[in-house]
C-alpha cells in the first residue's frame, strides 16, 4: 500500500492527542460533562438572614467539598479502569458490528433496491404513464365557461 500522507497515521496522531502527551489539566476538552460540575456554591446556600456561624460555614465548604473529593477518588480507584475496560469493549463490540455485519447489510439492501427502483421505473414508464397520459388527454379537452347572467 503506498503512502497517501494521512492514511498510515494513528488515530491518536490524527486527533491531534500524543499518547504520552495527555492533557492532565483539561480533562474534558470537549466539555461532554459540564453539566455535572457540581461546586459548593451550587448545593449549598444561605440567604440574607439564614446565616450559620463563620466556622460552621467554612467547615461545611471543607467537608463537602474533601468528601466529594475523596469519595470520587476512592471510586476512580476502584472502577475506573474496569468501568474503562469495559467502555472500550463495547465500542470496540460496536464498530465491529458496524464494520462486518451492520455496513455489509446495508450495502446488500442498497444494491437490491437499486434493482427493485429500475423495475419499479419500468413498470411506471410502461403501464402508468400512457393510462395517465390519456386520462390527461381526456380532461384537456374538457372546456368550462362562466355565463354571468346580469
Not at 458496524?98 to 444494491?111: L, Q
Not at 421505473?121 to 354571468?148: G, M, W
Request: some cysteine; proline content about 4%; glycine content about 6%.
Amino acid at each position: 500500500m503506498a503512502d497517501d500522507g494521512n492514511m498510515n497515521v494513528n488515530r491518536t496522531e490524527r486527533d491531534g492527542v500524543d499518547p504520552g502527551q495527555i492533557d492532565l489539566i483539561n480533562r474534558d476538552p470537549n466539555d461532554l460533562n459540564g453539566h455535572i460540575a457540581v461546586l459548593y456554591d451550587d448545593v449549598i446556600g444561605e440567604p440574607e438572614g439564614a446565616h450559620s456561624a463563620d466556622c460552621v460555614w467554612t467547615w461545611a465548604f471543607k467537608c463537602f467539598t474533601g468528601g466529594k473529593r475523596l469519595c470520587y477518588m476512592i471510586l476512580t480507584y476502584v472502577c475506573a479502569i474496569p468501568m474503562a475496560l469495559w467502555w472500550g469493549c463495547v465500542f470496540a463490540c460496536i464498530s465491529f458490528t458496524h464494520i462486518w455485519h451492520i455496513t455489509p447489510c446495508y450495502k446488500v439492501v442498497k444494491i437490491n433496491m437499486e434493482c427493485a427502483q429500475r423495475f419499479y421505473s419500468t413498470y411506471i414508464n410502461c403501464f402508468l404513464v400512457p393510462c395517465i397520459e390519456a386520462q390527461a388527454l381526456i380532461f384537456s379537452r374538457i372546456h368550462v365557461t362562466i355565463k354571468d347572467e346580469r
